[in-house]
């Protein structure tokens, strides 16, 4: 069935075969607006959408998500430590900001250092810090400059092995004695 006029040209009617597909896809327009039902090829776009300062092809899937999900709140507290927080906790690293007033000696004025722990699947390597240092750049306010940042790898989740030695014992001396003499 077509709504095209009998006199519609050629170019109108293929047009209309072409749009025709679109018009049978199953999108469903409340999906597109959730980080977390939204499908994963329309993602990027939500996070442009949403005005996700950081973004990186080589996350996961849920990194993405989170981060997508957590991008208003980041901009809420923008220019904040919880901003900062907010924005690494997306990664699923947990940070802890230091301020200047906070050490001991008190340390240079509007700066402030970061202890960062990793997650596991994260190194603490160079391309963590910097990805880290992007992040927290975009995050944070202007008039505070970052000091150090201390990247601590996730810990071990071994259980910690116990084990004992118990030793008794008594000395026993053996003295040598003469030869028995037979009666």
Known sequence: MTLL???ATKYERALEKTCARSFSLPVLINT???PFEC????LPWLAFEWSVDEWDEEWSEEQKRQVTARSISVHKKKGTCGAVEEALGALGITVRAIQWWETEPKGVSGTYDLEVQLPAGYKADEATYQEVER???A???CRSHLGKIALTPAALKQQPIVSG???CGE???IYE???????
């Open 171 to 173: 000395v026993v001396t």
């Open 5 to 7: 006029p009998s006199n």
């Open 165 to 167: 030695v118990v030793f």
């Open 32 to 34: 597109l607006r959730n």
């Open 39 to 42: 499908p994963l090829e329309a």
């Open 135 to 137: 992040v927290v750049t």
């Open 139 to 141: 995050a944070k306010n």
């Open 177 to 183: 004695l003469g030869r028995i003499k037979a009666n």
